[in-house]
């Protein structure tokens, strides 16, 4: 589920529709989870289904570590990319703020932890990276993890919408990452190896 305070909103002709904040969203603020009504595929279902509906799962879902499908049930799956992405993906199924996402700005992600299965080139960004592998995982976890692990101690401190969708386990590890007591689990743990994809 995402963030409640967003929209849906056109952002151009190349990137169609995005995902837009309706109010600032503060840095630390989990903007994203996984939840009950997500759809999950196995990874081999798309085998079985009509080249039209395989090529727009292919499009609107990401996947995951195990190499399932995951199907956004809300505006989710139109949040974009961005190699300046203002959100990043947690190994622990939800996802956060990583700056102040202020009101009516794009909320993106890093396309690089999703398990594309070939390369996606997006828009141009002025970014050293032009295109988003489907190994990009082990080149920038560490990156990503030195992003992401600071703020922990925030998430507990926010108001934060969709905490109640977190388990139990998930909601004790983030109080122990808080406050030091353990080791932020790697982004690397996102990785799927895109071989034995079958889409």
């Known amino acids: 589920m995402i963030h409640p305070d967003t929209r849906l909103k056109w952002i151009s002709d190349k990137k169609g529709f995005g995902v837009v904040a309706t109010r600032m969203i503060p840095k ?14 196995g990874p081999d279902d798309p085998d079985t289904f009509k ?21 956004c049930w809300d505006v989710a799956k139109y949040v974009n990319h961005s190699f ?29 932890y999703l398990n594309l299965s070939e390369t996606f080139t997006p828009e141009d960004e002025g970014t050293e990276r032009k295109s988003v592998e489907p190994d990009d995982t ?11 692990e600071p703020l922990f101690p925030e998430i507990e401190k926010l108001d934060q919408p969709l905490f109640e969708l977190l388990s139990e386990e998930v909601k004790t590890e983030i109080e122990k990452v808080a406050s030091g007591d353990r080791k932020m689990l790697s982004t690397k743990n996102l990785y799927f190896e895109p071989e034995k994809s079958r889409i």
Not at 51 to 71: D, M
Not at 90 to 109: K, P
């Open 28 to 41: 630390g603020t989990i903007t994203w989870v996984q939840d009950e009504l997500d759809v999950v595929f």
């Open 84 to 112: 300046r992405s203002n959100c990043l993906s947690t190994a622990y199924n939800f996802e956060v703020a990583v700056r102040d996402i202020q009101i009516d700005e794009e909320l993106t992600d890093d396309y690089g």
């Open 138 to 148: 082990l080149k920038l976890y560490k990156e990503w993890d030195r992003k992401l």
């Open 51 to 71: 080249p039209l509906t395989r090529e727009l799962l292919e499009k609107y879902s990401f996947r995951n570590q195990k190499g399932e499908h995951i199907l």
